[in-house]
């Protein structure tokens, strides 16, 4: 719908400027007409689009709504390029306008997203000329797991999030780096090389002496020895000034537990299909001191308490004073805040110096808010990010059980991710297993296996993908494993319903211009499927998923009354080859939106 919407504001706005010159305009007046752009009809018996601007015009130049709104109607049928493409306008109530798109042009743009593997949607454009190139370079931060640690359920939205909005934005041209920020410098490996060279000393100068299988449990043993042996704690300290010189038995030590943790990462990357570029903290080390030195130059710091600091405006602590943003600490050591600036700058400076990137995105939990708003501030301040450059957070919610409390194992401990994706895959392959037996049907294990991954994997990203991320949200895996409701298994039954089409000798490679429809149900599936272009676009400025969830469940209930309502492979010419036409594209625009929110398909279940 973008293109004929386009269309018809290009009508309207030159209507608009016929109708009310510009020299005759008050500021206000002149104001309501900019902001008059179309809007989607709020009901489908309206039509498709709506004029709302009669009503504010009329208290603004003092004429009835219904007049202004009636010479608007008038102006825009003596526009040819308006008339190609509506019906007549419908003036309703006190001066809206009504405006349905006409048979003619949805049969136009169907048979478009026939032959069209972007179903319409458009390639963002980047304008480029001699004096300057427009970047299309994005960066989305995201995942960011800590080295040594598992990852936990509070993973799990950083990870579908980010490689959801990075699907999206690559599809609409952008150059997408997808970062992994994960933990991987700092005092804590001070105690975890100390302990690594006293347990396994041999793994240092040997490959493959040892394996570090369960890294929670050595990070517990190294907190417990670190927090009771004061001996044990001197010389973890001693050994993170070690690291930072450069010894090279810190160094390997350091080294063996980073790769050990990239491996487990990785298993969870892999079955949640996950594309990242790892790049932790470690990276940054080399650019510190330059911010330091830049960040005093621009007579940015002051000294508090020994230690290097940013004091924002309006950022205070809970006693009401002046909350300072640490930079370098009393011992000279640096923290969260330093890498963080070093990464921003490093992002958006031009290659070689950096990333050249035009767009910065941070996918984390809403609790680091703050600290991201003082970070960004910082960087305004040092002129770090170019006036065409943004620089944002993506903030999300925390996961809850059905208690409506953080979601948590029953002894009280943070759920691995792992555990999380095997019992939702568990209790897909137990659904399975029953809708068999109730349906007589016989399928070998590796279907069962196969279609159980599939189903618990993508439940499971659905569910947290169509909340609105800004949000907490109540995890359930019976909710999420439902085949009724705003689920993945809905989503997935529907494109079944159409392969089981195409079994049944219906031929979804329709490609004739011959197509005709006639039936209520044929016409509102063709105006939910051309509403994709907009919602991506929507998706793209306002980073939230959950609207092209919310827009993929409405186009699989406008699908599924389609297919209940009316007959397709028992229909007669034209109408069955115009059915399958959308059986086809309704197939392709599910299979399209679920892969850019990073979710497998099946075409048997």
């Given at each position: 719908?973008?293109?004929?919407?386009?269309?018809?504001?290009?009508?309207?706005?030159?209507?608009?400027?016929?109708?009310?010159?510009?020299?005759?305009?008050?500021?206000?007046?002149?104001?309501?007409?900019?902001?008059?752009?179309?809007?989607?009809?709020?009901?489908?018996?309206?039509?498709?689009?709506?004029?709302?601007?009669?009503?504010?015009?009329?208290?603004?130049?003092?004429?009835?709504?219904?007049?202004?709104a009636q010479q608007i109607v008038d102006q825009l049928q003596k526009d040819n390029d308006f008339l190609k493409i509506c019906n007549a306008p419908i003036i309703a109530g006190p001066g809206f306008i009504n405006i349905a798109i006409n048979s003619e042009t949805l049969i136009s743009e169907i048979y478009i997203r026939l032959n069209d593997k972007r179903l319409g949607?458009?390639?963002?454009?980047?304008?480029?000329?001699?004096?300057?190139?427009?970047?299309?370079?994005?960066?989305?931060?995201?995942?960011?797991?800590?080295?040594?640690?598992?990852?936990?359920?509070?993973?799990?939205?950083?990870?579908?999030?980010?490689?959801?909005?990075?699907?999206?934005?690559?599809?609409?041209?952008?150059?997408?780096?997808?970062?992994?920020?994960?933990?991987?410098?700092?005092?804590?490996?001070?105690?975890?090389?100390?302990?690594?060279?006293?347990?396994?000393?041999?793994?240092?100068?040997?490959?493959?002496?040892?394996?570090?299988?369960?890294?929670?449990?050595?990070?517990?043993?190294?907190?417990?020895?670190?927090?009771?042996?004061?001996?044990?704690?001197?010389?973890?300290?001693?050994?993170?000034?070690?690291?930072?010189a450069g010894d090279p038995d810190s160094l390997a030590a350091w080294k063996l537990l980073c790769n050990q943790s990239r491996k487990e990462f990785q298993k969870i990357y892999d079955r949640l299909d996950i594309d990242l570029t790892e790049r932790g903290e470690s990276f940054y080390n080399k650019y510190l001191v330059d911010i330091i030195n830049d960040l005093k130059?621009?007579?940015?710091?002051?000294?508090?308490?020994?230690?290097?600091?940013?004091?924002?405006?309006?950022?205070?602590?809970?006693?009401?004073?002046?909350?300072?943003?640490?930079?370098?600490?009393?011992?000279?050591?640096?923290?969260?805040?330093?890498?963080?600036?070093?990464?921003?700058?490093?992002?958006?400076?031009?290659?070689?110096?950096?990333?050249?990137?035009?767009?910065?995105?941070?996918?984390?939990?809403?609790?680091?808010?703050?600290?991201?708003?003082?970070?960004?501030?910082?960087?305004?301040?040092?002129?770090?990010?170019?006036?065409?450059?943004?620089?944002?957070?993506?903030?999300?919610?925390?996961?809850?059980?059905?208690?409506?409390?953080?979601?948590?194992?029953?002894?009280?401990?943070?759920?691995?991710?792992?555990?999380?994706?095997?019992?939702?895959?568990?209790?897909?392959?137990?659904?399975?297993?029953?809708?068999?037996?109730?349906?007589?049907?016989?399928?070998?294990?590796?279907?069962?296996?196969?279609?159980?991954?599939?189903?618990?994997?993508?439940?499971?990203?659905?569910?947290?993908?169509?909340?609105?991320?800004?949000?907490?949200?109540?995890?359930?895996?019976?909710?999420?494993?439902?085949?009724?409701?705003?689920?993945?298994?809905?989503?997935?039954?529907?494109?079944?319903?159409?392969?089981?089409?195409?079994?049944?000798?219906?031929?979804?490679?329709?490609?004739?211009?011959?197509?005709?429809?006639?039936?209520?149900?044929?016409?509102?599936?063709?105006?939910?499927?051309?509403?994709?272009?907009?919602?991506?676009?929507?998706?793209?400025?306002?980073?939230?998923?959950?609207?092209?969830?919310?827009?993929?469940?409405?186009?699989?209930?406008?699908?599924?009354?389609?297919?209940?309502?009316?007959?397709?492979?028992?229909?007669?010419?034209?109408?069955k080859t115009s059915r399958l036409a959308l059986c086809s594209i309704t197939a392709d625009t599910l299979k399209l939106g679920m892969n850019l929110l990073g979710i497998p398909t099946l075409e048997r279940m």
């Amino acid at each position: 719908m973008l293109k004929i919407s386009g269309k018809l504001e290009e009508a309207l706005n030159r209507a608009l400027i016929t109708l009310f010159p510009e020299e005759s305009r008050s500021p206000k007046t002149s104001l309501i007409l900019k902001s008059s752009s179309l809007v989607p009809a709020s009901k489908p018996e309206f039509g498709d689009f709506q004029i709302n601007c009669a009503l504010a015009l009329a208290k603004e130049i003092k004429r009835p709504p219904r007049h202004i709104a009636q010479q608007i109607v008038d102006q825009l049928q003596k526009d040819n390029d308006f008339l190609k493409i509506c019906n007549a306008p419908i003036i309703a109530g006190p001066g809206f306008i009504n405006i349905a798109i006409n048979s003619e042009t949805l049969i136009s743009e169907i048979y478009i997203r026939l032959n069209d593997k972007r179903l319409g949607v458009p390639l963002k454009e980047f304008r480029t000329d001699k004096q300057k190139e427009e970047n299309n370079r994005v960066i989305v931060d995201f995942s960011s797991p800590n080295i040594a640690k598992e990852m936990h359920v509070g993973h799990l939205r950083s990870t579908i999030i980010g490689d959801s909005l990075s699907r999206v934005l690559e599809f609409c041209g952008y150059k997408v780096s997808r970062i992994n920020h994960v933990g991987d410098w700092g005092t804590q490996f001070g105690m975890l090389i100390t302990h690594l060279k006293e347990v396994v000393p041999e793994a240092l100068h040997k490959q493959n002496v040892v394996e570090i299988s369960d890294l929670v449990n050595f990070y517990r043993q190294a907190k417990k020895r670190f927090d009771e042996d004061q001996s044990f704690q001197n010389k973890s300290r001693n050994e993170v000034v070690n690291l930072q010189a450069g010894d090279p038995d810190s160094l390997a030590a350091w080294k063996l537990l980073c790769n050990q943790s990239r491996k487990e990462f990785q298993k969870i990357y892999d079955r949640l299909d996950i594309d990242l570029t790892e790049r932790g903290e470690s990276f940054y080390n080399k650019y510190l001191v330059d911010i330091i030195n830049d960040l005093k130059n621009k007579n940015l710091l002051m000294t508090d308490q020994g230690a290097q600091c940013v004091f924002l405006d309006g950022l205070v602590g809970k006693d009401g004073k002046p909350q300072p943003i640490i930079i370098q600490k009393s011992d000279g050591g640096f923290n969260y805040a330093t890498t963080d600036l070093a990464a921003i700058r490093y992002r958006l400076n031009k290659p070689p110096q950096g990333d050249g990137a035009c767009r910065l995105i941070y996918v984390t939990d809403a609790g680091q808010a703050s600290h991201f708003f003082g970070v960004f501030q910082i960087a305004k301040l040092a002129q770090w990010i170019p006036t065409d450059c943004q620089v944002e957070h993506v903030p999300f919610g925390l996961v809850q059980g059905e208690d409506g409390k953080k979601l948590k194992t029953r002894s009280g401990e943070t759920i691995r991710l792992v555990d999380l994706l095997d019992e939702a895959i568990q209790r897909a392959k137990e659904d399975l297993k029953d809708r068999l037996k109730i349906e007589s049907r016989s399928e070998n294990e590796s279907f069962i296996n196969r279609v159980s991954t599939t189903v618990g994997i993508a439940a499971i990203k659905y569910a947290d993908l169509s909340q609105n991320r800004v949000s907490n949200y109540q995890f359930s895996f019976d909710k999420m494993l439902s085949l009724q409701g705003n689920t993945a298994p809905y989503l997935l039954y529907a494109l079944v319903r159409i392969a089981g089409i195409s079994r049944k000798g219906g031929d979804l490679n329709v490609s004739s211009q011959n197509i005709l429809f006639n039936e209520p149900q044929e016409w509102t599936l063709i105006r939910k499927l051309l509403q994709l272009d907009c919602v991506i676009v929507e998706v793209e400025k306002e980073l939230l998923p959950n609207r092209l969830c919310g827009y993929l469940f409405e186009l699989s209930q406008v699908f599924n009354r389609f297919y209940d309502q009316i007959p397709i492979l028992k229909a007669s010419e034209p109408s069955k080859t115009s059915r399958l036409a959308l059986c086809s594209i309704t197939a392709d625009t599910l299979k399209l939106g679920m892969n850019l929110l990073g979710i497998p398909t099946l075409e048997r279940m």
